[in-house]
């Protein structure tokens, strides 16, 4: 059974930086089999595409310049550095995998796995 666990979420305030975490586990699952991406969901919002990685990178425009998406092989890891955040990054993020390579992001309605998702919060 895969799983895939989000930490590193919190409070910051406008202007710093949060790193998230993606630990994925299955008996034969690995982030380099899978294009790997976060999302995020903000309350009374849709869920809307962070960051994916398949080999190359693709981010929103919202995020391009300030969040860096990134994966650790031997950890089965996939990271999201967050900086200069403001309060419109204040979401729920989740952490997506979806099997082969996707490179010009994913869509929700296309993903074969979930995080349960962690929490950002960013003051002002």
């Known amino acids: 059974q895969v799983q895939l666990v989000e930490s590193g979420g919190g409070l910051v305030q406008a202007g710093g930086s949060l790193r998230l975490s993606c630990a994925a586990s299955?008996?034969?699952?690995?982030?380099?089999?899978?294009?790997m991406g976060w999302f995020r969901q903000a309350p009374g919002k849709e869920r809307e595409f962070v960051a994916s990685?398949?080999?190359?990178?693709y981010y929103a425009n919202s995020v391009k310049g300030r969040f860096t998406i990134s994966r650790d092989r031997a950890k089965n890891t996939v990271y999201l550095q967050m900086n200069s955040l403001n309060p419109e990054d204040t979401a729920v993020y989740f952490c997506?995998?979806?099997?082969?390579?996707?490179?010009?992001?994913?869509?929700?309605?296309?993903?074969?796995?979930w995080g349960q998702g962690t929490q950002v919060t960013v003051s002002s």
């Open positions: 997506a995998a979806r099997l082969g390579t996707v490179v010009n992001g994913l869509t929700p309605s296309n993903i074969d796995y």
């Open positions: 299955g008996r034969t699952f690995s982030i380099y089999t899978y294009t």
């Open positions: 990685f398949s080999g190359n990178t």
